[in-house]
């Protein structure tokens, strides 16, 4: 049985991301950052964006005052006002016609175009007017509100580099410099089913002995949530034939296969055999953690990348926690994200006693909040057990009690691997 560092280094180290000139598609500026409407992670972009835009692709006002040559007012005051003429006035979007000589301003709006000859904006509190002319009281700084072209950003230079997911701040990036077109990396594909003589999907009314398949449902969501499309594949009865065929269309169809169940030592648990027999290679059979032991890791050989298979135990709880701590990051891995893929912990002070066994590494869900700026952690109430469901609902959080822990204090601080998403 591994510990969970050595699983975590060997799962990740399995892991090679998509190739980012193989693995590609062209998509929309406007679909690029789809999520929320179909339960999607971002699309992750495939290479770096350049422009051949300048960002602002003019010097141009960032305030509704006065352009003016910085030599006639830098010597201005209250007792000594310069006195300007207005020879034109610049909305934005518009051109400007004037060069700006000794003695002149411009009446200039916020984002239009600075004049020839101007160098600074006065501000207009700082002003009167008075029919063509404009008196100005106060010196300002050279330059001052001038938003010079290309201090933002250079053209030709990297704009957003590759790896990273494409949320509504680098689609407005995007959007300001015509970018209509992206190259992302194509979702990866996720085939996923459950075993047991058991299982009934929950449309079905249930018989004595019978449970309904949630596991597929949560890992469906899961998936989608993780950047994934997911393969359903159903039930799979515990029957060596039927997994067999099972485990090698998933692995023809999809780039990594997770099944649920049928991976501990009962006497139905055949699907470490199967994968054997199938050319599979496998790297984990059992973890230290409770809960989620019966964690099977495999790989099959495949150009240009190995297919990964993770068998999850059958237990709802087990599952879910061995998806979050280990799958999770995978599949973010994989999916050509450069940064931020990893688990991530956070410490946070608990609201209650926790207790573990202490041979394992125990997670104890619940839910993660902040409070008066502090993390706080509050475990979900009821009995902690991998078989009980019902109280997963709202976990957003796994409190982590290390081997060797078996009571971490109520106000004790604790570390928390977020979830839930």
């Known amino acids: 049985m591994l510990s969970v560092s050595d699983a975590e280094g060997i799962i990740f180290n399995l892991v090679q991301p998509l190739n980012s000139q193989q693995d590609t598609e062209l998509v929309d ?16 972009l495939a290479s770096e964006v350049t422009s051949q835009l300048d960002f602002p692709h003019w010097d141009n006002s960032a305030m509704d005052g006065y352009a003016v040559r910085y030599e006639d007012v830098q010597d201005c005051s209250d007792q000594k006002p310069a006195v300007l ?21 411009a009446r200039i709006f916020t984002g239009a175009v600075m004049p020839a000859g101007a160098d600074t904006v006065v501000m207009q509190e700082k002003t009167r007017r008075e029919e063509n002319r404009v008196i100005i009281f106060t010196a300002p700084k050279l ?8 201090m933002y950003y250079r053209a030709g230079t990297q704009l957003v580099p590759a790896g990273i997911p494409l949320k509504a701040s680098e689609i407005a990036v995007l959007t300001a410099v015509q970018c209509t077109q992206l190259k992302v990396f194509r979702r990866p594909r996720v085939a996923i089913f459950s075993t047991g003589d058991e299982l009934v999907t929950p449309d079905k009314p249930l018989q004595p ?13 899961l998936i989608r949530h993780s950047g994934a499309e997911p393969i359903m594949l159903g039930i799979v009865k515990d029957k060596p034939e039927a997994l067999k065929e099972a485990i090698a269309y998933a692995i023809a169809h999809a780039d990594v ?6 991976v501990s030592v009962g006497y139905y648990d055949y699907v470490e055999q199967i994968l054997e ?11 230290a953690t409770k809960p989620g032991k019966p964690l099977t890791v495999a790989t099959f050989k495949n150009d240009p990348r190995p297919i990964l298979y993770f068998g999850l135990p059958g237990n709802p709880v087990a599952a879910l926690v061995t998806f979050w701590r280990f799958v999770q990051p995978a599949i973010k891995k994989l999916s050509g994200l450069a940064h931020g893929w990893e688990p991530v912990f956070i410490k946070a002070v608990t609201r209650q006693e926790l207790c573990s066994g202490g041979k ?12 008066n700026g502090v993390y706080e952690f509050q475990p979900a109430g009821g009995l902690q057990n991998s078989g009980n469901l019902i109280n997963l609902a709202q976990t957003n959080g796994l409190a982590v009690l290390p081997v060797g822990t078996t009571l971490i204090p109520a106000g004790e601080e604790v570390q928390v691997l977020q979830v839930g998403s």
């Not at 104890?364 to 909040?369: F, I, S």
């Open 277 to 287: 027999s199938l050319g599979g290679e496998i790297h984990v059979r059992a973890v």
């Open 257 to 262: 296969v997770i099944s649920s169940g049928g």
């Open 85 to 105: 003429e207005i020879v034109e006035e610049i909305p934005a979007g518009v051109q400007p016609k004037s060069t700006i000589q000794s003695g002149q301003a």
């Open 143 to 150: 330059q001052e509100f001038v938003r010079k072209r290309g």
């Open 209 to 221: 002995g019978q449970i309904v398949d949630s596991n597929q449902y949560a890992l469906f969501t």
């Open 360 to 371: 394992r590494e125990t997670y104890v869900w619940g839910q993660l909040y902040v409070k």
């Open 29 to 44: 500026l406007l679909f690029a950052g789809e999520s929320l409407a179909a339960l999607r992670a971002d699309r992750i």
